[in-house]
């Protein structure tokens, strides 16, 4: 079974990055996503480094941090269908911090 640690290092090492990527160029590119869109991308991201450092500390707080960042994650709503590629590591994103809220409970 994973633990927290591991879950957020999969997140901001591996997953994170390529979202990002894909939200810049959809963004840019397509207009998919609006400007509030890539301010809450930012702020989860914020919060996603804070819950890895914590995870160290108080896994609680971490837990709870991620789940706000998901929450944030959630809320973002793009303005045309992502396409098929975005959608699968946005996806794998999101499922990756439900499981740090599974983990803890």
Avoid: C, Q
């Avoid at 960042?69 to 990756?96: A, Q, V």
């Amino acid at each position: 079974m994973e633990d927290v640690k591991n879950v957020l290092w999969k997140v901001l090492n591996n997953e994170a990055p390529l979202v990002e990527d894909d939200i810049k160029m959809y963004h840019i590119k397509e207009g998919i996503l609006t400007e509030d869109d890539l301010k809450k991308w930012r702020e989860a991201i914020r919060l996603i480094r804070e819950a890895y450092y914590d995870a160290y500390k108080n896994e609680n707080v971490a837990v709870e941090k991620a789940r706000k960042s998901l929450e944030i994650i959630n809320s973002i709503s793009p303005k045309k269908p992502m396409p098929p590629e975005m959608k699968i590591r946005f996806e794998d994103l999101k499922r990756n911090l439900e499981l740090i809220v599974k983990i803890s409970k």
